[in-house]
């Protein structure tokens, strides 16, 4: 477990959650050598781990809360987020304990620069239930065009991000929460000839994802170093014993990728700027 409480205001934090993305999927794309960028991040490849929901609004309240998800293996894990709560078992000396309700909150109260790039539409402002996860936010970004019914989603969704962390003066940290849509139903669209969501098709939009990711890490390395944690809110059903989505209690829901690390920032910075 990386010592959290120990880099809250010297480095950026970045949630970076891939939605619906289903565990098997991450790892057989990464086996498979389609996204390439991730594999140069991730090592050791991806950990499964068990989200706290099954659906993106759920999920995203209790990682905002920092309730991220767990190692799918029994033990009691200490979180690296944690909401002030009497009589919690799993923080530990490394955790970042916070009074306030939500982690946005609490980064900001400590100089943070609060971001949110959507990407489904519990992020798009367009209803009131759809301003309730961006209005945790300082700044909050939503469009169509870095929504799922875009096929280049991810490029826009990694370029509004980019230019939202490049604005900010190098001094001022920032945590950003970039929901990836293409991994999202629809994904039938990334795989030429599919007809019907798959494994298949969420790895091809899992690697237009990769395609785009040189972008943003080139920003956040631009401004020093950067606790980047990458997982799935929940994955998603294709007829497996079925069922099809997410919102049902199946394992291919419960269980998430999930990585965690302290990405570097670029060696030629001056001191002023790390």
């Known amino acids: 477990m990386i010592p959290v409480r120990d880099l809250i205001g010297t480095h950026d934090i970045v949630l970076l959650t891939l939605d619906s993305l289903r565990y ?11 996204t390439p960028n991730l594999a140069a991040l991730l090592p ?8 706290p929901g099954s659906f993106t609004y759920a999920a995203h ?15 009691r894990h200490p979180r690296s987020f944690a909401a002030a709560f009497e009589g919690s078992a799993s923080t530990s000396a490394q955790t970042y304990v916070f009074d306030e309700a939500t982690l946005p909150q609490a980064l900001s109260a ?8 959507g990407g489904v539409g519990f992020f798009n402002g367009q209803t ?19 929504g799922v019914k875009n096929p280049g989603s991810a490029a826009r969704q990694v370029a509004v991000a980019a230019a939202a962390l490049s604005a900010l003066p190098p ?3 920032a945590f950003m929460l970039l929901n990836v849509a293409a991994t999202h139903t629809p ?31 080139a920003a956040l390395r631009a401004r020093g170093d950067c606790l980047l944690i990458l997982c799935a809110d929940h994955g998603t059903c294709f007829g497996d014993d079925g069922y099809w989505g997410h919102r049902v209690a199946h394992p291919a829901v419960w269980t998430v990728p999930y990585a965690e690390l302290v990405l570097k920032g670029a060696p030629d910075m001056t001191p002023d700027q790390a």
Do not use: K, M
Request: with cysteine.
């Open 24 to 34: 098997d999927t991450a790892t057989l794309a990464l086996d498979a050598g389609q």
């Open 44 to 51: 050791g490849g991806w950990e499964a781990r068990h989200t």
């Open 61 to 75: 309240h209790a990682f905002l809360s920092g309730f991220l998800p767990t190692p799918a293996r029994p033990g």
């Open 110 to 117: 400590r100089g943070y620069h609060t971001i949110c790039v």
């Open 128 to 146: 009131a239930l759809g301003t309730v996860l961006p209005g945790l936010f300082a700044e909050r970004h939503w469009t169509p065009a870095l």
């Open 171 to 173: 001094t001022q940290r």
């Open 187 to 217: 994904t039938h669209f990334y795989l030429p000839g599919a007809r019907r969501d798959s494994v298949n098709s969420q790895r091809a939009a899992l690697s237009s994802f990769d395609a785009a990711l040189p972008e943003l890490l």
